[in-house]
């Protein structure tokens, strides 16, 4: 699988940053789904502790755990994943919440919103999330890549440490060199950079000089690059895959036709769907407005607020929609008809992310998913309502 070791090609060395998305993109966005897999969705996925897997592993679910051995890669988004097994392969995830107390014997790569690890890694890890805890006890022999808000580094790491985060604190032996984007720095007990220590913070770090074996150099906070760099990048696109995956779920939950009508309905009718939804997309928050000052005067001002906020939910649940039709379109190409809903979403949700990223690209990207997933929804709710004769697109 992929390693992220600079020193190991001349190009990694002088590109760092492109190699670092490069592998990421190919190794997340498609994690090998042309290979055969097993795949489990369902409230409670469970691998039980005497059960092996000999393949790859796809679980979507509310919750997610594996207490018995995977001789694969897994690949899991759930609320809640809680991996006490054994993975043999490469372990790719997105929770709100996870928990990695089992060896991974591959490479780590996780989305989440808290993150604790106590089991060993076997080669690299790539994690952004809110909190995130790599515990004593546990060990990364390659490369630890990670963003947060509060990160904590008290396992050892075999190669470069690269982190963006509002608190990083090292409180166990880096091998390589550490290069930080961060508010606050702190080199606790225990701390020693083999290599450089470079950081980009708001305030002085405290770095006792014989924690650092290299060089140890400081760029000012308000000096560094608005992007935040890559895993700045990384960060704020986890967090959009998240949020509008958790979102996606909840409507496939709550409203399952609607999820699945929808998709259908931007497939058989793009342009009607888009004129509809450009037709709500314009209208809806004028007359929201108008609603809102008729209610200051006449009472009920509320209703104004309340068909704004609807407004709003429709425009985020634009995405999961086209992300649908983008994911199962996606997987058809891989010869994975009939993949499930959650799988798709997620495929589907990743690619939108991505692409909204783009400079000037990406907001007309955006622009038009929400146009396209607008009227999708309209279409999909008047199929509902009964047969009656078609809508026509507006002029």
Not at 104 to 133: C, E, H, M, P, Y
Not at 250 to 279: C, F, K, T
Not at 366 to 385: E, S
Request: aromatic fraction near 6%.
């Amino acid at each position: 699988m992929s390693r992220f070791r600079s020193t190991q090609s001349h190009w990694r060395a002088r590109h760092p940053r492109a190699w670092m998305l490069l592998v990421f993109i190919l190794c997340a966005v498609f994690p090998r789904i042309s290979r055969a897999a097993e795949l489990r969705t369902g409230d409670v996925v469970t691998v039980g502790p005497q059960e092996v897997i000999n393949d790859d592993l796809y679980a979507f679910g509310r919750e997610v755990v594996i207490q018995g051995t995977v001789r694969g890669d897994v690949v899991a988004a759930a609320r809640r994943l809680d991996m006490r097994g054994t993975v043999e392969g490469d372990l790719l995830s997105g929770a709100m919440e996870t928990t990695v107390a089992g060896p991974v014997r591959g490479s780590l790569r996780s989305a989440t919103g808290d993150l604790t690890l106590t089991a060993a890694v076997g080669k690299d890890a790539l994690i952004f999330g809110n909190q995130v805890g790599l515990m004593p006890g546990t060990n990364i022999p390659g490369d630890l890549l990670v963003a947060g808000n509060e990160v904590r580094v008290q396992a050892p790491v075999g190669g470069d440490v690269r982190a963006s985060a509002q608190s990083l604190t090292l409180g166990a032996p880096v091998s390589g060199s550490v290069s930080a984007e961060v508010v606050t720095l702190r080199l606790a007990e225990g701390a020693r950079v083999g290599g450089d220590l470079r950081f980009t913070a708001q305030s002085e770090a405290q770095v006792p000089p014989e924690a650092v074996a290299g060089r140890v150099e400081r760029l000012p906070y308000e000096e560094r690059d608005g992007g935040g760099g890559v895993l700045g990048f990384l960060y704020l696109w986890g967090r959009s895959i998240v949020g509008l995956f958790a979102l996606g779920l909840l409507l496939a939950l709550l409203a399952p036709r609607l999820a699945a009508r929808a998709p259908a309905e931007l497939r058989e009718q793009p342009w009607r769907s888009l004129g509809w939804g450009a037709v709500v997309f314009v209208v809806t928050p004028l007359l929201a407005g108008a609603l809102f000052v008729l209610g200051l005067v006449v009472g009920g001002w509320w209703l104004g607020v309340f068909a704004l906020a609807l407004y709003v939910l429709a425009l985020l649940t634009s995405f999961p929609v086209v992300g649908l039709l983008i994911g199962r379109w996606l997987l058809e190409r891989f010869g994975k008809r009939g993949a499930s809903v959650i799988l798709a979403l997620l495929v589907g949700i990743v690619l939108l992310t991505l692409a909204r990223r783009v400079p000037i690209l990406g907001g007309l990207i955006a622009l038009a998913t929400m146009c396209f997933g607008l009227g999708a929804l309209l279409l999909a709710i008047r199929h509902q309502r009964g047969p009656a004769a078609s809508t026509p697109a507006p002029a």
